[in-house]
């Protein structure tokens, strides 16, 4: 308590501290938060904010970081505002109840950061519970925490008066190390934003923060997944075969690779056992289902149904994921993937890169926005996010990017590009690749079965594509195979290598060398 009053939440109702899952679950049942699912997990409804909201998020401008900021990404806030706008949250709260949990980011305990999550709903601190790393009782004993997540989504902002965008907002100050989010339920924007705070703390420490998930195979060997929201991070590191450290957040010090996080929050439309088993089988009493549709009296999930948000979510520990290593550590990677979701369809299913490519690729960061991850994004567009991740981004991408450069160069790791979207054409005429495809060419680079074969170059996008994979059909390595129009894929890769190079002129002056081991326009 003395904690929050310092912070300057006073006059509270009762506060609840890091209550268990079967407590909190309880207690969101009882203020009808969600309802109990048949297979025993909590599911919530987020109303009108069912994912993340871009244009509502700020950074404070306190002058002891607004020169470090990447602001062309990132839209500024003032400190009097932020000082102000919290006044009258801490107003809003008085006499309210509220829920605490207190645990950690950052698996590793040498760069572990103490966090505190306080929330005005139930569902939110079960959540916060799940997706982050849990502290035992010793550890609370004493807790100090350095980054503070304050969610209150009742509270509504008045632009007018606080200089929002809308009612809802999410705010991070790195100065006051706290985070203000009000007026959506949204769980995500609390995972998020503390994403936001490690991207600027962690370089810091000579650790480069990651989106991204990983794994680790049987003789030990870690790889890593880079890629945006549906590009399938934690479908293809949940792997039978492989060991889950984390499915999303990383960070990658000179001792190795540790996940952030301690759960994993899974897009599940169109989830099932016989495509996804380890994630279906997560899902149960401890988990949280969020916008997900369900009958009235069985309370049956329907998992095929976007009758709400295609951005369904699962919440639920890692080690709700059988063999999840835990904790979250392993060994510098032998292997990249950097996965994208080419609605074009004209990527190749699998390519090996160059040391130069893999910087060129992760700069510009290549995917397809895909429907219901962001509001207002109904179908998927085009779109280049630098290093995986810019939404997350603080600081400027040349600083992540430099990081990854120097661990590839001394760890000798190799690196992949893996398209898990459209081939036979663009999105509308083609189809979605074939995850158990996508899955073996996966375990083929992870296994070094790629190491050996022969490769063709690419003539547009210059990348190395292997005439044969174990468990592939050959003639869908090579994209323009797949076409029955030939000179329509001829135009749109040409389409698409011009949008590459004018997405990286805005990175040319610091890293020209890089200019030509991308796409080819002409």
């Not at 009053?5 to 079967?22: D, I």
């Not at 945006?228 to 190795?256: C, M, N, Q, V, Y």
């Not at 960061?365 to 630098?386: C, D, H, I, M, N």
């Amino acid at each position: 308590m003395d904690h929050l009053k310092s912070l300057g939440l006073s006059n509270l109702g009762k506060v609840y501290f890091n209550l268990s899952v079967s407590r909190l679950i309880e207690e969101a049942v009882k203020r009808g938060e969600g309802v109990l699912a048949s297979n025993g997990a909590f599911i919530v409804k987020t109303g009108k904010y069912t994912g993340r909201s871009p244009n509502d998020k700020f950074i404070v401008e306190d002058p002891e970081v607004k020169d470090e900021i990447w602001w062309s990404n990132n839209k500024p806030f003032p400190s009097e505002k932020f000082d102000a706008l919290f006044r009258r949250m801490a107003s809003y709260l008085q006499n309210r109840e509220l829920f605490v949990f207190d645990g950690f980011v950052g698996a590793d305990p040498r760069y572990r950061i103490p966090l505190r999550v306080v929330t005005e709903y139930a569902y939110q601190n079960l959540f916060a519970r799940q997706l982050f790393i849990r502290a035992d009782k010793k550890e609370l004993e004493g807790f100090k925490p350095e980054i503070t997540v304050i969610a209150a989504p009742g509270f509504k902002a008045q632009p007018e008066v606080d200089g929002t965008n809308s009612e809802a907002f999410i705010i991070l100050s790195f100065k006051k190390k706290m985070v203000l989010i009000g007026g959506t339920l949204y769980s995500g924007e609390i995972k998020k934003s503390v994403f936001t705070m490690l991207n600027y703390f962690m370089p810091k420490a000579g650790v480069l923060s990651m989106h991204c998930s990983a794994n680790k195979g049987q003789d030990g060997s870690t790889a890593l997944f880079f890629g945006l929201s549906g590009t399938g991070k934690t479908t293809l590191s949940a792997d039978p075969e492989r060991f889950l450290i984390g499915d999303d957040e990383h960070g990658w010090s000179d001792e190795g690779i540790f996940n952030f996080e301690g759960g994993c929050y899974a897009k599940c439309i169109n989830l099932s056992r016989e495509k996804e088993p380890q994630i279906y089988d997560a899902i149960r009493f401890g988990a949280v289902l969020e916008n997900v549709v369900y009958d009235d009296i069985t309370r049956e999930p329907d998992y095929s149904s976007d009758a709400i948000t295609e951005n369904t979510r699962a919440a639920y520990p890692v080690d709700f994921i059988p063999g999840a290593v835990i904790p979250g550590i392993g060994g510098h990677p032998r292997t990249i993937i950097f996965l994208t979701a080419d609605a074009f369809g004209v990527m190749p299913p699998i390519a090996k890169l160059s040391f130069e490519q893999a910087m060129y690729y992760f700069i510009s960061g290549y995917t397809s926005k895909l429907a219901g991850t962001e509001r207002g994004v109904t179908e998927p567009q085009a779109t280049f996010s630098a290093c995986f991740g810019a939404p997350f981004l603080p600081l400027s991408p040349i600083v992540y990017a430099k990081l990854l450069g120097e661990k590839i160069k001394k760890y000798g790791t190799e690196v992949f590009l893996v398209n898990t979207g459209w081939t036979g054409g663009p999105y509308g005429i083609g189809r979605r690749m074939d995850l158990s495809y996508t899955r073996a060419m996966v375990k083929s680079a992870l296994s070094g079965k790629l190491s050996g074969v022969e490769y063709e170059k690419d003539p547009v996008f210059g990348l190395m594509i292997p005439r044969v994979c174990p468990g592939v059909p050959s003639e869908i390595l090579n994209p323009k195979n797949t076409w029955h129009d030939k000179k329509a894929y001829d135009e749109t890769a040409k389409k698409l290598a011009r949008s590459f190079v004018d997405n990286f002129k805005k990175f040319s002056q610091e890293l020209s060398e890089l200019a030509a081991f991308g796409p080819k326009a002409d």
